[in-house]
């Protein structure tokens, strides 16, 4: 089956400190991979996407790579700021038995001054 | 570019009730897909539609049913009412294919008393 898991929050960092939000997921086909962001008061929005093996997804500082080999799609930055506090989704799509898309539980970031 | 529009943004209902959600695609998008969000979790896919016809689904029962219109606009129906079904519901509108980003409105909060 199709799933998606990500590190529990919340995350707590100080302004300028690196950001690691790990990734995985389980799927049937060859998924494509997205990081989605959801501001205090604000929708669901897109933050960044993959879509084949290798590929880098890049937006606002933060970067994921598609790592097949690991099932891995995890998300960086290297400096993040009290803006970047939201809660993060990964998810895949994939049209193997129809069009599904898969979300992770969330992981909420807190960045402090 | 108009966004995703939903209505209503907040909705009571009590179990054994039917209800319907509607849902406005982002101009220049032909898929709609649907998703159930309960309270800090992240959004469960229900279905997709594209051309009108069922694209894809989560696993939700047959009492979830959709319609989508020619001008890309969205309907979800939700028959017999469950406590359970208490939830944000999220329309997301975007291209056909697995590798295009999905747009979201900001909801629908239906309450089952």
């Known amino acids: 089956g199709n799933s998606v898991t990500q590190m529990e929050g919340p995350v707590t960092l100080s302004e300028e400190a690196f950001l690691t939000i790990n990734c995985t997921y389980t799927?049937?086909?060859?998924?494509?991979l997205f990081w989605y962001v959801q501001y205090p008061g604000e929708g669901l929005q897109l933050l960044l996407k993959?879509?084949?093996?290798?590929d880098k997804g890049s937006n606002k500082g933060f970067e994921a790579t598609y790592r097949k080999e690991t099932t891995s799609f995890h998300l960086e930055k290297g400096s993040v700021q009290v803006s970047d506090s939201a809660v993060y989704f990964c998810?895949?799509?994939?049209?193997?038995?129809?069009?599904?898309?898969?979300f992770g539980a969330g992981t909420r970031l807190f960045v402090k001054a | 570019e108009t966004g995703v529009t939903q209505s209503p943004t907040h909705l009571i209902k009590t179990r054994g009730q039917q209800v319907t959600l509607r849902c406005s695609s982002q101009?220049?998008?032909?898929?709609v897909s649907w998703y159930q969000q309960a309270l800090g979790q992240g959004p469960q896919f229900i279905f997709q539609y594209y051309r009108e016809e069922e694209n894809g689904r989560g696993n939700f029962p047959p009492r979830f049913s959709g319609l989508q219109f020619p001008n890309y606009s969205s309907e979800l129906n939700v028959n017999a009412l469950e406590l359970d079904d208490s939830a944000l519901y999220l329309c997301a509108s975007s291209s056909e294919g697995r590798d295009q980003p999905q747009h979201f409105g900001d909801g629908t909060r239906l309450s089952i008393l």
């Open positions: 101009s220049g998008h032909n898929t």
């Open positions: 799927a049937t086909g060859y998924p494509s």
């Open positions: 998810a895949l799509t994939t049209n193997t038995g129809g069009f599904k898309t898969i």
């Open positions: 993959a879509t084949k093996a290798d």
